[in-house]
């Protein structure tokens, strides 16, 4: 029992101490903002920098403004490993501190909140992320999602995505995969991209990468549907795990995979990129034919703007359609698709990959 | 000289075997209840109710319940997590799809819930010996939380899967939701905390006489049928006296800090109080609150001394130092003292005994 009076001693007497030194800090005239960042953890390469973007601008404008009409920015950190209850815990001990808004910087975070906002008369800021309900200020007055909610940031990806197909109306049938973080952050979009896929008649594949995420090799597991033929990447929201990289277009990303939309090659503009086939340690001297696979596998069934609309042949599941795209279409075409293996797949990737990017 | 326990002399084997046979003891545990009730509400601050004595609260009876498990009949769970979302959810389902009458009660009818599903889990732990009920559990773990995750009506459909407790009343006193004093889901946790109580009765029957051969299956471990088909007889399978006890834990998770998805109830979690189990003491009721106390309380410690001694360092650093000086604690006690904090409490005793003479 000793140990355990002594602790409650200790830690009340911080926690008394605490608060006071806070008071001393945050009083004077200054705006308060606590930064919840994570910098370290699983998703410390994406926090790390957002962190410190944060920590930069605030300088900037004390420095070089003299603060905010010459109010100047008090901020202090706070450590949530992107861990929901440190968040929370984070939220509790900065709130004394009368901020002027806190931005959670984690859906998971926001969601809980959220109901706490209009109890302690806190403004949360969840910029592009967080509860897209939460944008409807009748009842959630103190939440503030702007400028973009997950949902619209999915529709505006579908938009996009029909712009480059030439309208809309072209995605009818065509293959869409949703790779997202399983976690609130990954799931928020999902309901508007299955209402979406309704309306314009895409099909659909939702696949849930768990905490922290295995990264790139996600999308080289054999048999996830349409792994194999990449076409666009789109990552939605601002907030977590490398959202601050900007859309990883036509990139795998490097690190864990939280969400990326994947598009079956309606326009085969590229190929995969070098990084991400697994097998890129292929012998060197692949035979010329087997470069050949960067073009549009089936271009006899071109579309009227040239463009392949790769069909799936039932002997051509998994490999040779790694890489199709008309940009490495100098190359011979040859060798039926029976021909090549895997291993040589992922290698004329690899290399289509080195001649799309000069 | 404090504990002197001159002429109390016992005369039955309930009261030598009860869990405080020292009168001293009693009254030591008398007086932390009137202070549990007294000094939070009196002088606690929001962030003292909110982060440090609500987790501690609902890991302490989590805890309580695998101990029953790992420490009294000898079996390992990896589970725990699994079984406290089904807590959780059911909590969030009574309180949800029923009249406010019933949902009042949701975190204790959620108890019974999760008792029904570390029934059916428990079953295996029956018929085979051994680590079997740590693979069964594990199973549970990943079965359960996909489950949450899979299927959408246990969140409500929830777009993002995220479970937030309605504001409920017990009393007229708003106990749940976010307009509720820290104060009052306190109490509620404590309401949460029957499952220790129910841990406790498991406990003393496990010492006591009805479930004798509960512990002593420990010693003589029968080739064929496992320890807790031993036990079976006169209780459930083991899996469900433990899950009813962790079961109040994430209810009161649920509906003292708001909104909860699967992943809180990861695998992780179950390992936090496996080590509360460890690091506490197995088998000791006194080990679960403080295995408890040392996990959720320390790592809040650390972060705040250095802010409280007038330090300023990187946040980054003071989390590495955190998790440094945290896993150092942890070696540094079970090299000490391998039977956990309870029996380091148990020596003080014994040394208190003869203090301040030397023999």
Redesign the interface.
């Known amino acids: 029992m000793r140990n355990r009076i002594l602790l409650i001693f200790i830690l009340a007497a911080a926690i008394a101490v605490g608060p006071w030194r806070a008071l001393l800090l945050a009083q004077g005239n200054s705006i308060f903002i606590p930064l919840l960042v994570y910098r370290t953890g699983p998703y410390a390469p994406s926090g790390i920098p957002i962190a410190n973007g944060f920590v930069d601008y605030f300088n900037l404008v004390n420095e070089r403004d003299g603060g905010i009409n010459g109010v100047k920015i008090a901020w202090e950190e706070c450590e949530t490993q992107y861990d929901t209850k440190q968040g929370v815990e984070c939220y509790e001990r900065l709130k004394g501190k009368s901020p002027v808004l806190v931005n959670p910087y984690s859906t998971g975070i926001t969601y809980q909140l959220i109901p706490k906002a209009p109890v302690d008369k806190v403004v949360v800021f969840s910029m592009g992320y967080g509860m897209t309900a939460a944008a409807d200020g009748r009842w959630f007055p103190w939440v503030f999602g702007f400028p973009t909610t997950y949902w619209s940031q999915a529709s505006a990806v579908i938009r996009y995505i029909g712009a480059q197909e030439g309208g809309l109306d072209k995605l009818k049938g065509k293959k869409i995969a949703h790779i997202f973080h399983n976690s609130p952050y990954g799931k928020e979009a999902n309901p508007t991209l299955e209402e979406l896929a309704k309306k314009y008649g895409f099909e659909l594949t939702q696949l849930a990468v768990d905490h922290p995420g295995p990264g790139a090799e996600v999308h080289l597991a054999p048999g996830a549907p349409a792994q194999s033929r990449l076409d666009l990447h789109v990552r939605l929201g601002r907030d977590e795990p490398g959202g601050g990289e900007g859309s990883g277009r036509h990139r795998l990303q490097d690190g864990p995979v939280h969400r990326q939309l994947v598009v079956a090659p309606t326009t085969p503009t590229w190929c995969p990129p070098a990084t991400a086939p697994r097998a890129t340690r292929a012998p060197p001297s692949t035979p010329p034919a087997a470069t050949s696979r960067c073009m549009p596998r089936s271009s006899s069934t071109s579309t009227t703007r040239g463009r392949a609309r790769a069909r799936r042949k039932p002997w051509a599941s998994r490999s040779t359609t790694a890489a199709s795209s008309t940009r490495c279409s100098r190359r011979r075409p040859s060798a039926p698709p029976w021909a090549s293996h895997g291993n040589k797949v992922a290698h004329r990737a690899s290399r289509c990959a080195g001649a799309s990017r000069t | 000289m404090i504990y002197r326990e001159a002429g109390q002399f016992k005369s039955s084997y309930a009261s030598d075997q009860a869990i405080f046979p020292i009168v001293q003891d009693r009254w030591?545990v008398l007086a932390?209840l009137a202070a549990a009730v007294v000094v939070p509400t009196a002088l606690g601050?929001?962030?003292?109710l909110?982060?440090?004595l609500i987790?501690f609260l609902i890991y302490a009876p989590g805890r309580a319940g695998l101990n029953v498990l790992t420490g009294y009949a000898g079996q390992l769970s990896l589970g725990t997590g699994g079984f406290m979302a089904v807590g959780g959810y059911a909590a969030f389902k009574f309180a949800t799809a029923f009249p406010a009458s019933i949902s009042s009660w949701s975190s204790s009818l959620s108890g019974l819930a999760a008792a029904a599903v570390g029934l059916v889990f428990g079953i295996p732990s029956l018929r085979i010996k051994g680590f079997y009920l740590a693979v069964a559990t594990l199973a549970s773990q990943f079965f359960l939380i996909w489950l949450f995750?899979k299927v959408a009506w246990f969140s409500n459909y929830a777009?993002?899967?995220?479970i937030?407790a309605p504001a409920r009343t017990l009393f007229g006193v708003m106990v749940t939701?976010?307009?509720a004093s820290p104060e009052a889901r306190y109490a509620d946790g404590h309401r949460g905390g029957h499952g220790l109580r129910r841990s406790w009765s498991r406990t003393s029957s496990g010492a006591g006489w009805g479930g004798r051969g509960w512990p002593s299956g420990t010693a003589t471990s029968p080739p064929r049928s496992s320890r807790c088909g031993r036990c079976a007889p006169s209780s459930s399978p083991s899996g469900s006296p433990r899950s009813s006890a962790a079961s109040p834990a994430p209810s009161t998770c649920s509906s003292t800090?708001?909104?909860r998805?699967p992943?809180?109830f990861?695998i992780n979690l179950s390992f936090l109080v496996l080590f509360m189990v460890i690091i506490g003491g197995l088998g000791s009721v006194l080990g679960s609150?403080?295995g408890a106390?040392f996990i959720v309380?320390?790592p809040?410690?650390l972060?705040?001394?250095p802010?409280?001694l007038?330090l300023h360092m990187?946040?980054?650093l003071?989390?590495?130092l955190e998790l440094m000086v945290f896993g150092g604690l942890i070696l540094f006690f079970l090299i000490v003292e391998p039977n956990g904090?309870a029996r380091?409490?148990q020596i003080?005793k014994e040394k208190l005994r003869l203090w301040p003479f030397p023999h």
């Open positions: 030591v932390l601050s929001d962030y003292w909110q982060a440090i987790p995750n777009p993002s899967g995220t937030t939701g976010p307009a800090s708001a909104a998805r992943q809180a990861d609150f403080l106390a309380m320390v809040i410690f972060v705040n001394a802010h409280a007038g990187p946040v980054a003071q989390k590495q904090l380091l409490w003080t």
